[in-house]
């Protein structure tokens, strides 16, 4: 039998978890947690536990693979074997393969590459525990891995997905709606609004797009001002040339 859930929003507009459509899960962010990392943090979003660690930019070996005239940036997502009910096969998936590459080139506009030619910064995304949405969560914890890490950026990289339920657009979608949605889109973007990753799985109409775009700048607004309020508490500015410069 089916767990699907008879209804996902109730009359009052509330969702399974009492959210409303324009809601994001709750989330907290620890920063600087890996001692042997050059920047690394922790992110709790919901029931998804991730953790990002950053290395470099350190020389890439080997040395055939360095670019001329600018850094190599490298994403690994990885979910650990026990970060979902059935047990994860360890090792590379088609799946994982797929959102480490889709989830590097998020940070592409983003990262100040060229300040590093020949070099490689490595960026590393362990999903601990996962509850639907575990590439924007691991998005969301990797860019201030990257600041924490002294990476010079252009700015912060967000992400939250948008999804369709009960014939309402709904972003940052739970397991059950994650399960038996009608659509799962994630999207990540800079803090100028530019989309840097827009994936779709189901169905949406041109109108929902558009739509669930503009929704999901409202969550990623939400989550810029959590990134934000995690610099601030560490480096005293949100200002990444003052903290590059520490
Ligand atoms: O996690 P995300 O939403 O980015 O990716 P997904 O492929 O849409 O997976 C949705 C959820 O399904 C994950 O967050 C996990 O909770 C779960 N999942 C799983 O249980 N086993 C897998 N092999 C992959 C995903």
């Excluded at 998005?139 to 950026?153: H, K, S």
């Excluded at 810029?224 to 508490?233: D, P, T, V």
């Amino acid at each position: 039998m089916s767990d699907k859930p008879v209804k996902f929003i109730d009359e009052n507009g509330l969702r399974l978890d009492g959210r409303r459509v324009d809601e994001i899960r709750p989330m907290t962010v620890e920063m600087g947690v890996l001692s042997r990392a050059d920047g690394s943090c922790y992110l709790e979003w919901g029931n998804n536990k991730v953790l990002a660690a950053v290395y470099g930019p350190r020389e890439l070996h080997p040395r055939r693979l360095q670019r001329p005239s600018e850094a190599l940036v490298r994403y690994r997502y990885n979910m650990a074997a026990f970060s979902v009910e059935d047990r994860i096969r360890p090792g590379p998936s088609r799946r994982s393969t797929e959102i480490s590459k889709v989830s590097g080139e998020a940070f592409e506009t983003v990262v100040m590459k060229q300040f590093y030619p020949g070099a490689v910064i490595d960026v590393f995304a362990e999903v601990l525990q996962a509850d639907a949405g575990t590439r924007t969560a691991a998005i969301n914890a990797a860019t201030l891995a990257l600041v924490d890490a002294g990476i010079p950026m252009k700015g912060l990289v967000a992400a939250c997905a948008v999804g369709k339920v009960d014939g309402q657009l709904v972003i940052d979608l739970n397991k059950p709606e994650d399960n038996y949605g009608d659509a799962d889109l994630p999207i990540a973007m800079t803090e100028d609004g530019e989309i840097t990753l827009l994936q779709m799985d189901g169905n949406l109409t041109a109108d929902e797009i558009a739509k669930g775009v503009e929704m999901v700048r409202k969550g990623c607004e939400q989550i810029f001002a959590i990134q934000k309020e995690a610099l601030l508490s560490k480096f005293g500015t949100t200002d990444e040339m003052e903290i590059l410069e520490e």
